[in-house]
């Protein structure tokens, strides 16, 4: 079965045509997630670090929305924006995954802020 995740405590789709996540199953499939707030909708933080935890944080409550974790993903693919260093981000994203990392794309762009994380989880 098919389910919409939605959470008011992450970015909201507001009038774009996208869920958070869609839940099939035991799978979550999380929509590409960035530094932006739950309730205005404006970009958060002018620093890698900033911007890179609060989209933790967004994919953090879709992800428990849906009755997962961080343990549960087996799968991200990461956009960084142009100006972003790759160590700060690696070394933020070790905290949140602490040594199980799930596989990983990530690929640079210019995004107009410095990341934008997607991910598949599987609750075991």
């Known amino acids: ?30 929509a590409g ?3 932006f707030d739950s309730i205005t909708g404006g ?19 879709i992800l428990e929305e849906a009755g997962a974790d961080f343990d549960d993903v087996v799968k991200v693919t990461v956009i960084l924006g142009h100006g972003a260093d790759f160590d700060t981000f690696n070394e933020i994203y070790a905290e949140y995954f602490n040594k199980r990392f799930p596989a990983r794309t990530i690929f640079g762009s ?15």
């Open 33 to 35: 997630q960035g530094p």
């Open 110 to 124: 210019d995004l107009g802020f410095y990341l934008q994380m997607d991910a598949i989880a599987v609750i075991d």
């Open 1 to 30: 079965m098919k389910t919409v995740v939605l959470t008011e405590n992450a970015q909201q789709p507001g009038v774009m045509p996208y869920s958070q996540a869609i839940k099939v199953n035991n799978t979550v499939y999380v």
């Open 43 to 61: 970009l958060v933080g002018s620093t890698l670090e900033e911007q890179t935890r609060k989209t933790f944080e967004n994919l953090k409550a």
